[in-house]
């Protein structure tokens, strides 16, 4: 019963390659996000959708396109990985409410371009 | 770039009170402050947030200064699970949260 979560956990890929990570929630949430802890552990949004539509889109390279295919999941595809991207990244989603908009996250995907 | 600022370290006894501190000076009217941890790169765990008011829930206390500048986040009882990078951030409705450098808070047996 997971509330948000990730595939895969862990992804290891030669530079140039083309990889997808998909993001789920099952919290009925309206809005989605990915985002990105590189190796000083600075944790930094990249996107943000609601409801399908994309409101957030940080300066984050073209070659990273997120695709929500319905309100429940976000997926983060990646053209062309350099070294630079290995990382961490990390899904979340938001609900809505008076009291503010907590947002829940996945446990990550490792990435590490070789 | 973080709103908040808080200490880059810290160290609890197990079974003691830990209590977190962050300014927020700048902090808006309608801006709400969350606290946030991070367990050894795992996902980010929300615990608690408020506007102006004490909270409690299961895991923490917040308390937030009357001018709303500063709050403390109190472990009651800190336990060895408790080591964790946490985040104070100030956020309004659905805007992106922004992530400092949080406090390490260490706790020793």
């Known amino acids: 019963d997971t509330a948000v979560s990730q595939t895969p956990k862990y992804l290891v890929t030669q530079m140039g390659n083309d990889k997808s990570i998909k993001c789920e929630q099952n919290?009925?949430?309206?809005?989605m996000y990915w985002y990105k802890q590189d190796s000083k552990k600075f944790l930094k949004i990249m996107f943000s959708?609601?409801?399908?539509?994309?409101?957030i889109n940080e300066t984050v390279p073209n070659r990273f396109s997120p695709k929500s295919p319905d309100k429940a999941h976000l997926n983060l595809h990646i053209n062309s990985l350099e070294l630079g991207d290995s990382a961490v990244y990390f899904c979340?989603?938001?609900?809505?409410?008076?009291?503010?908009?907590?947002?829940?996250f996945g446990p990550g995907t490792r990435l590490l371009v070789l | 770039d973080a709103k908040t600022t808080q200490p880059p370290s810290m160290d609890c006894a197990e079974g003691r009170a830990a209590n977190l501190p962050c300014n927020h000076s700048?902090?808006?009217?309608?801006?709400?402050v969350y606290w946030y941890r991070q367990i050894h790169s795992q996902g980010p765990q929300y615990i608690i947030h408020?506007?102006?008011n004490n909270e409690t829930n299961e895991m923490a206390s917040l308390i937030i200064t009357e001018d709303r500048k500063s709050s403390t986040l109190i472990l009651p009882h800190a336990t060895l699970r408790d080591t964790a990078v946490y985040y104070c951030?100030?956020?309004?409705?659905?805007?992106?949260?922004?992530f400092g450098q949080g406090t390490r808070l260490t706790i020793n047996p």
């Open positions: 408020g506007l102006k």
């Open positions: 919290l009925g949430h309206d809005t």
């Open positions: 700048t902090i808006s009217g309608n801006e709400y």
């Open positions: 979340a989603s938001s609900g809505s409410g008076s009291r503010g908009e907590t947002q829940y």
């Open positions: 959708y609601n409801n399908k539509e994309l409101i």
């Open positions: 951030i100030v956020k309004q409705g659905a805007q992106k949260l922004v």
